[in-house]
């Protein structure tokens, strides 16, 4: 992975710039001594490290379009940062950049529950934003697994997901106004408590932008008043085939419950031996089906799904008869991550999605994969919208390693491709899967993307050499190929 | 070239050749699908029209992926008989403002027409609007060049999520011709809980308590009792009253008992009836597609009014004293359908005001020709707002050819 060779100019004027952002963040909010420095070398993507030019932490709006309309005056780069949690390598610093984090604007501003709404700092955790609401019955319900470090300036910029997005959709479902400040300096607020925008929808837009287009100072969400009750079910079986076969047999049947997660063989016991949820060792499939709302309801999708579950040839069957019982069935999937670092001295997290059809296939291709690379691959999947998380074992401290990890990694994206899937389903493209983008792009694609981000940042300086394989200048994609020429196809009825 | 002149591209290919030649002639056109939205907005439009209406077919639908693709100007009729089969649908309740709108057609409009207007009905407060269930397209942009964004699986991040940016563009940004689309089962009962004799004041505490109470409320309406009259649901004949709405859904008894919980929660606001299956679709097929002011009974201007739900009384009652003004809530009280007899100008900056105190967006979806060109459709921007909104029309279409001030001046 290379980035951009860092600029010269903006290496000497380090100091100078720090001298200039100090006049706008007093105190100790920039930071440029190199121990000071360290933390922010690297962020959910460990692989990749880079210590930033300098690091200032504004506290006001006013603060962060003053250091914006700096560096734009300046030409110097800058990273938005929230708390560091991306996979993707999306804040990963810039050496000639300025890391512009976030982590002070930390409060919840109001909960407006009349409208059912909240409007808080983007430094809050995801978390945060439900437990400030839970005692009123309240919840935010995007649930990226990151949660209790992840903050919602930061899920907007990846439009991060979860486990309940089959249902109550992603980042980008549950927003209702953003305040932004462009790299010009300039405070624009986007929507409000009204839904949808009266012209472009720049909210749906800006989520998910990876911090290119500009900084998020405020963001207003929707709350849902909590489920009556939630229950769950632990289904085992003895194929990923007949896993597969399940979900979309649940689905069929006109269900969409809150959250179905499938883990494989390798996952199951990983996550078995560290937190012992009674997970079926046996199983090389094992979904978690949780079903909220109503009691009635509940109760009643409760039986249905017990019989589809059968129907498709379930080995076994669990249903969570008590809320504890029900935490710890999730208790094993959310542990999965470091179940599997516990077996391996480190291990790369992917992120394809693909059309749920295509799991036994793309299941079959990856086991082929990890014999090839000579790499264990563990797997979770949320098996409702088809989101795949491969989870590669390595040892970086064995020499090529990582980079047999890398290639296995782009394998299998690539691979989600070619079944009709696309590159990263909720951790963003960053600089991780930035050099596969041709493989679902063409250069036109690539270059109309492009031309957004001149919209917004002509100068290219909000965070540079993520997403795109390749910089181009805005002069460059403006440019118009205009062949003049007869009028096309005689044929084309005209009236 | 001054003569009007229609071009119909039957395949992406010569739609691509066709939009090239354009650009090289800078030749402003006026796009269109089934022309079922024709009448919304500015009616000066450019004399050269580019007609999609060749694109049209479901490519591909795979219920129990939830996915389902199509040519842009597929007849949403066609759309809905497939759901229909699958028992699945749009869940965002997909409008239908011929009746409105006064159309001889009654079932003209296209599913890419539904997404580049971005609308949404009833079910807006659940399930969001169009473009949360628009998950990819291919397009042609004014600069003549092919380009897609999303893909068919409902988790995506990768790049740019163009899709958002072109739901609700009103083809000014490009031309689309294949779009994919989440669909969702159809809930298996409908039933609506109905409180009546309330004013609009009251509904809003009774929508709001509704929505935030775990019942999973899909729909809440309030009409006066003007319009309630002007449903075609027998019950409201002998109404002879303003109501709330609410609408649950989901499996039988789950249905049943959370209706159950709603009429016991509100019986002491009024009287109570209950729409089951048929009446419940009913009513709500006629607030979805602003039934009560449909063009054969109703002549008036019409704004659709996006504010806070908790903002809607207020709006119909600061517009309350224009000439003839009439009104109803939808969205739980966040969307104000108002009708007003208003020759001049259209109220419109009666209109704004009211709404900009509140924050939210006013547009005009009816109203006669002259009126259409004398003022704003769409809620004027903030200047940095609408520069940015510029600069992005111009990145997807510098010489302005893709219904030229369809939206906003100079867009």
């Known amino acids: 992975m290379r980035m951009p060779e860092p600029d010269r100019e903006t290496l000497a004027n380090r100091q100078t710039i720090a001298a200039e952002l100090r006049r706008i963040v007093p105190g100790d909010g920039v930071i440029v001594d190199e121990d000071a420095l360290r933390p922010f070398e690297t962020d959910g993507l460990t692989a990749y490290r880079t210590l930033p030019l300098i690091v200032v932490l504004p506290e006001t709006v006013e603060q962060v379009a003053a250091v914006l309309k700096y560096c734009h005056q300046n030409s110097v780069k800058v990273v938005p940062r929230g708390a560091g949690t991306s996979l993707s390598g999306g804040a990963l610093p810039l050496a000639d950049g300025v890391l512009l984090s976030l982590t002070k604007f930390k409060q919840i501003l109001e909960l407006d529950y009349e409208n059912r709404c909240a409007r808080v700092q983007p430094g809050v955790t995801n978390l945060a934003i439900s437990q400030a609401v839970d005692a009123d019955g309240y919840y935010y319900a995007p649930d990226p697994s990151s949660q209790i470090a992840c903050t919602i300036g930061g899920n907007v910029a990846e439009n991060a997901g979860g486990v309940h997005c089959l249902k109550y959709g992603l980042t980008t479902n549950n927003l209702l106004g953003l305040e932004l400040v462009t790299i010009e300096g300039e405070i624009i607020r986007i929507g409000g408590k009204h839904l949808d925008s009266g012209g472009y929808d720049l909210l749906g837009l800006l989520t998910g932008s990876e911090g290119m287009l500009g900084v998020v100072t405020e963001v207003t969400v929707r709350l849902l008043p909590k489920p009556e009750c939630a229950r769950a079910l632990l289904v085992g079986f003895n194929s990923s085939e007949a896993g597969g076969d399940c979900v979309a047999a649940i689905i069929a049947a006109g269900i969409i419950p809150g959250g179905m997660e499938m883990m494989d063989h390798p996952a199951i016991n990983a996550a078995e031996d560290f937190v012992n949820a009674g997970y079926p060792r046996d199983a090389q499939a094992l979904l978690i089906i949780e079903l909220d709302g109503p009691e009635a309801e509940v109760d009643y999708l409760i039986e249905e799904v017990s019989r589809i579950a059968r129907e498709n040839g379930a080995s076994s069957i669990r249903i969570s008869e008590s809320e ?146 390749t910089l181009h200048r805005c002069a460059e994609l403006g440019r118009m190929h205009i062949r003049q020429g007869q009028i096309p196809f005689p044929d084309i009825p005209r009236f | 070239m001054s003569d009007a002149q229609i071009f119909r591209p039957e395949s992406a290919e010569q739609l691509l050749e066709t939009m090239s030649w354009l650009v090289s002639e800078k030749m402003p056109v006026n796009l269109q699908g089934r022309g079922s939205k024709r009448l919304i907005g500015n009616p000066d439009r450019s004399a050269t029209t580019l007609d999609l209406s060749a694109f049209t077919g479901i490519s591909l639908y795979e219920p129990e992926e939830l996915v389902m693709s199509a040519g842009a100007a597929t007849p949403m009729a066609e759309i809905n008989k497939a759901l229909d089969q699958a028992h699945q649908m749009l869940a965002y309740d997909p409008p239908n403002f011929a009746s409105l709108l006064g159309l001889a057609d009654k079932e003209s409009g296209s599913l890419g027409g539904m997404i580049a207007t971005n609308l949404a009905g009833p079910r807006r407060i659940k399930a969001g609007s169009a473009r949360d269930h628009f998950l990819g397209f291919q397009a042609v942009s004014g600069r003549g060049e092919a380009f897609k964004s999303g893909g068919r699986v409902v988790k995506n991040v990768t790049g740019y999520d163009l899709s958002k940016l072109m739901a609700g563009s009103w083809g000014t940004l490009g031309a689309m011709h294949q779009v994919t689309v989440k669909t969702l089962p159809r809930p298996e009962k409908s039933r609506t809980v109905l409180v009546q004799g309330v004013d609009a004041d009251e509904a809003r505490t009774i929508m709001s308590a509704a929505l935030n109470s775990p019942n999973e409320v899909s729909a809440a309406c309030w009409l006066p009792k003007s319009l309630a009259e002007r449903s075609d649901v027998d019950i409201f004949r002998h109404l002879n009253n303003s109501c709330v709405a609410l609408r649950v859904e989901g499996p039988g008894p789950s249905v049943q008992y959370r209706c159950k919980i709603l009429r016991d929660r509100f019986k002491s606001e009024g009287k109570i009836e209950e729409l089951h299956t048929s009446n419940s679709a009913r009513f709500w097929r006629e607030i979805r597609d602003v039934s009560p002011f449909a063009a054969k009974i109703d002549d008036r201007v019409i704004w659709k009014i996006s504010v806070a739900p908790t903002a809607g009384p207020a709006i119909l009652s600061q517009l309350s004293n224009l000439k003839n003004a009439e009104g109803f809530l939808d969205w739980a009280g966040g969307l104000v359908w108002l009708a007003v007899d208003a020759p001049k100008m259209g109220a419109e900056s009666l209109v704004r005001d009211a709404v900009n105190r509140h924050g939210g967006h006013a547009t005009l979806i009816r109203g006669p020709e002259k009126l259409r060109r004398e003022i704003s459709i769409f809620h004027p921007q903030p200047t940095p707002l609408a520069a940015l909104s510029r600069r992005l029309k111009d990145n997807f279409d510098p010489f302005g050819l893709l219904n030229p001030n369809r939206m906003y001046p100079g867009t």
């Open chain 1, 324 to 469: 504890q019982e029900r935490l710890t069935f999730w208790a094993g999937r959310k542990a999965a991550f470091p179940a599997v670092g516990r077996i391996s001295p480190d291990y790369y997290c992917m992120d394809g999605t693909i059309p749920r059809a295509k799991l036994p296939l793309v299941l079959s291709r990856m086991r082929e994969m990890s014999d090839k690379y000579g790499l264990r691959v563990a797997n979770v999947f949320h098996a409702g919208d088809g989101n795949l998380h491969p989870l590669i074992m390595y040892d970086a401290n064995v020499p090529g390693e990582l980079d047999r990890a890398e290639d296995f990694g782009n394998d299998i994206l690539k691979l989600c491709v070619e079944v009709g899937g696309v590159l990263t389903g909720e951790h963003g493209v960053g600089v991780e899967k930035r050099d596969l983008m041709g493989e679902m792009f063409t250069d036109e694609d690539m270059a109309q993307q492009q031309r957004v981000k001149c919209a917004f940042d002509p100068k290219a300086l909000l965070n540079p050499g993520k997403v795109f394989p």
